[in-house]
Nanobody, 118 residues
Framework: QVQLVESGGGLVQPGGSLRLSCAAS????????MGWFRQAPGKGREFVAS????????NYADSVKGRFTISRDNAKNTVFLQMNSLKPEDTAVYYC???????????WGQGTQVTVSA
């Protein structure tokens, strides 16, 4: 059974940093990639960043390019999202996802709240 558990969210002031982690368990060897998404109040879930599970190719939403960095530790089945220069508009619940093929994400974590406020 696949399980994704996010951690690292919290309250931070504008301009601050946070590092999110997503620990995966289960059959990860068949995965093609993992990603981070976020959902702000009253809005739909939006893509933030993704990383290939074997090759490590990364992709970012324009809104976070240059501020966020996604990385992975395959030995620990963990994906990270380093978030710097945080803005109030980054406030959202952040979700970790994993997928097997090239289509939609197959597995999701429960989410972790990130609040950027003075």
């Amino acid at each position: 059974q696949v399980q994704l558990v996010e951690s690292g969210g919290g309250l931070v002031q504008p301009g601050g940093s946070l590092r999110l982690s997503c620990a995966a368990s289960g059959r990860t060897s068949s995965w093609s990639g993992m990603g981070w998404f976020r959902q702000a109040p009253g809005k739909g879930r939006e893509f933030v960043a993704s990383i290939g599970w074997s090759i490590g190719f990364t992709n970012y939403a324009d809104s976070v390019k240059g501020r966020f960095t996604i990385s992975r530790d395959n030995a620990k089945n963990t994906v990270f999202l380093q978030m710097n220069s945080l803005k109030p508009e980054d406030t959202a619940v952040y979700y970790c996802g994993a997928k097997v093929g090239s289509g939609p994400y197959d597995y999701w974590g429960q989410g972790t709240q990130v609040t950027v406020s003075a």
